[in-house]
């Protein structure tokens, strides 16, 4: 079993920025796909960045003109996701997912975000002035 843990969300103004953590426990040792999810109100989940645990590989789901930015610090079984000049339309709550690498590919499960089976309680992001 993963454990999933979000921070970080928050209040703040279009052109902000904010880094949300999201540190796992639990059979950590596995291989494991995870990832940035987020849901607005009355839209579904969608994905936004996903990291292959073995080789940390990234993939995102849009360019987003590079404003975000995945990372992780495995010493801290945390992953990052850096968020900069951030609009309205990032308003959402934004969760981490993860899946074992045996069942998904890292793409698949940022482009079909019912794949993980794994997730925190969610952080929710408002930007707004």
């Known amino acids: 079993q993963l454990q999933l843990v979000e921070s970080g969300g928050g209040l703040v103004q279009p052109g902000g920025s904010l880094r949300l953590s999201c540190t796992a426990s639990?059979?950590?040792?596995?291989?494991?796909?995870i990832g940035w999810f987020r849901q607005s109100p009355g839209k579904d989940r969608e994905g936004v960045s996903c990291?292959?645990?073995?080789?940390?590989?990234?993939y995102y789901t849009e360019s987003r003109n590079a404003r975000f930015i995945m990372s992780k610090d495995n010493a801290k079984s945390t992953v990052y996701l850096q968020m900069n000049s951030l609009e309205p339309e990032d308003t959402a709550v934004y969760y981490c997912?993860?899946?074992?690498?045996?069942?998904?590919?890292?793409?698949?499960?940022?482009?079909?975000?019912?794949?993980?089976?794994?997730w925190g309680q969610g952080t929710q992001v408002t930007v707004s002035s």
């Open positions: 990291m292959s645990n073995s080789d940390g590989n990234i």
């Open positions: 639990g059979s950590i040792s596995d291989n494991y796909h």
């Open positions: 997912g993860a899946v074992n690498a045996r069942y998904s590919t890292m793409e698949a499960m940022c482009t079909l975000p019912y794949l993980p089976n794994y």
